[in-house]
């Protein structure tokens, strides 16, 4: 029961991760499209969001390396 419990707190974090990780993703494409020569538009990070991310895509890499 307990480890059925933990299982499914890592599967809710993993895919809290990878849709944050999906976010900021999105967000830089957009930005990288509506961007140009004339008029650059920089995606910028807070320092929060810039550990959130870097978390996330910690933890997806580790996950996903795990299951292969």
């Not at 999105?26 to 509506?34: E, F, G, V």
């Amino acid at each position: 029961m307990n480890l059925q419990l933990l299982y499914n707190f890592y599967m809710l974090v993993f895919f809290m991760s990878l849709l944050n990780v999906i976010r900021h993703a999105y967000y830089l494409i957009q930005a990288w499209i509506a961007s140009t020569e004339e008029q650059p538009i920089k995606y910028r990070l807070n320092n929060t969001s810039l550990w959130i991310l870097s978390f996330s895509l910690a933890y997806v890499i580790t996950t996903t390396v795990n299951l292969i």
